[in-house]
């Protein structure tokens, strides 16, 4: 479902009025207004930027496709001496894939850095970070999920598990890019090498932390189509209307 | 050259070609360059030059030392050259020039070198491709042997040249006095063989292998930033680590 384009740029169509369900449509939910604008651009500016990070770093992966000094042994690896398919890449070569990467990673750095300005003075932050009391409202919510537990568990903007979810990958992303500066300036930025292992592990993590995100984006993609549809439109246009209460 | 008009394509046939090839690639994504963002991908490396020059690199700051212990196995330290088989020079004949925006231009033998205070360390080597490895260097600091010939306030730039094909690297003068950057004439304390760049070749652990540019004929000190055989191809011209 596509929601109108024009929405980012001219008011909504329909201003909501969420007490009183349109005549027309009478056993439609209301919609409500679910995303800033600000989150909804560093939504969309980030997965592309994450998936031409990705790309460029499997070409980058192409020149020495090992972990570990020169000469051995070279750390466990599903991809050991392997590259990666035409189509993952992005650059063409390793010069290529370098201009990517290195071009690329201002913008990913800004724009999560801009959506987390965002959720701490809106204070959005407070309906995403998963804290130790949200521990066992996640155990309640995957006994749902595992038809363990019979009534969807009370829940704010976001379950938490998705609290879980959105907190996690937010450190993942933190962990990329100071594992990519560890592995880009391994002397200046000596002391951030060495929180890693040094530079051979850094690098290791570095592309761990690739089949992690590849994980999340599967598993995040799966769940926004198979269990709440209307978040999609929700995340274009910022405007919800689905099977899941959306206030606190 | 031949004559443009004995081409089966004129130039603007194949600028037309690779538009079209960057746009298709555009929408497959295959092993993409870049197409027409390729001026764009430029612009963001001269700022992570810029970046990497100016704020993250320190001339004080030295990079960590290894005991002899941990040097990698020499059959398993690769070595480069674009000449094959490996160029070679008699090194009685041989001598480093070094010239430009310099004071006192000078002509270096290797026994000149030799004679300076010398530097060895052992170091990690880090390659642009992402692997590592330890070996050990002796040389003369490049410090020293600027403080030689005295640069005149113009010389902003060195250009290293060599007798590898066309082989040649420009360097920030910053990276080039930092104190472990050295002109190095002896490998885990042998002198240099020709897969290492005999008989001399600039080595520092604050840039990557590329930038230590082997079988140095020429030191020139420039007011312009010059190009390197790889960075004229598209790899970072700093290549700072």
């Given at each position: 479902m596509i929601a109108e384009p024009a929405a980012e740029k001219e008011p909504p169509p329909e201003p909501p009025e969420p007490q009183t369900p349109k005549p027309d449509a009478p056993a439609r939910r209301p919609l409500v207004k679910r995303h800033h604008w600000i989150v909804r651009f560093t939504h969309w500016a980030n997965a592309l930027l994450l998936l031409?990070?990705?790309?460029?770093?499997?070409?980058?992966?192409?020149?020495?496709?090992?972990?570990?000094?020169?000469?051995?042994?070279?750390?466990?690896?599903?991809?050991?001496?392997?590259?990666?398919?035409?189509?993952?890449?992005?650059?063409?070569?390793l010069a290529g894939g370098l201009s990517w990467h290195f071009a690329l990673a201002w913008p990913f750095v800004i724009t999560g850095l801009v959506y987390l300005i965002y959720l701490i003075v809106s204070g959005e932050w407070r309906s995403l970070l998963f804290r130790p009391r949200d521990v066992p409202r996640a155990i309640q919510m995957q006994l749902y999920y595992l038809r363990l537990r019979r009534e969807h568990p009370p829940q704010g903007k976001h379950n938490a598990l998705q609290k879980a979810a959105y907190t996690f990958i937010v450190v993942l992303g933190a962990l990329s890019v100071l594992t990519g500066f560890a592995v880009y300036k391994p002397v200046q930025l000596h002391w951030l090498t060495a929180l890693f292992g040094g530079y051979e592990l850094a690098r290791y993590w570095h592309f761990w932390a690739v089949w992690i995100f590849v994980g999340f984006i599967v598993v995040h993609v799966a769940l926004v189509l198979l269990v709440d549809p209307a978040s999609l439109r929700a995340m274009i246009t910022g405007w919800y209307r689905g099977r899941f209460p959306s206030h606190d | 050259m031949t004559d443009s008009s004995d081409r089966p394509f004129s130039r603007r046939d194949l600028l037309r070609l690779g538009l079209t090839a960057g746009a298709a690639s555009l929408a497959t994504a295959c092993g993409w360059q870049g197409g027409p963002l390729i001026p764009a991908l430029r612009g963001a490396a001269h700022l992570n030059d810029w970046v990497g020059e100016k704020v993250l690199f320190s001339r004080h700051r030295l990079a960590p030392q290894y005991p002899v212990s941990a040097r990698t196995p020499e059959k398993d330290f690769p070595a480069y050259s674009i000449t094959r088989p490996l160029p070679t020079t008699d090194s009685a004949a041989w001598a480093l020039e070094v010239g430009g925006k310099v004071r006192k231009p000078t002509r270096f033998t290797l026994e000149m070198l030799q004679a300076l205070p010398r530097v060895t360390y052992t170091v990690k080597h880090h390659c642009v491709e992402g692997w590592s490895a330890i070996g050990t260097w002796t040389g003369v600091p490049v410090a020293s042997v600027v403080a030689m010939v005295e640069p005149t306030d113009e010389a902003k730039y060195l250009r290293f040249d060599t007798f590898d094909a066309n082989y040649y690297n420009g360097w920030d003068r910053e990276s080039a006095l930092h104190p472990q950057t050295i002109l190095a004439y002896a490998y885990n304390d042998r002198p240099l063989t020709p897969a290492h760049g005999a008989p001399l070749r600039l080595y520092s652990p604050v840039k990557l292998g590329y930038k230590l540019t082997k079988f140095l004929t020429r030191m020139t000190f420039t007011r312009e930033r010059p190009g390197g055989y790889w960075e004229d191809q598209g790899y970072p011209w700093l290549g700072g680590v």
């Open positions: 031409g990070m990705i790309g460029s770093g499997l070409q980058i992966y192409h020149a020495f496709p090992h972990f570990g000094l020169r000469g051995g042994p070279y750390y466990p690896n599903f991809r050991d001496g392997k590259y990666f398919p035409d189509w993952a890449r992005l650059g063409g070569w | -």
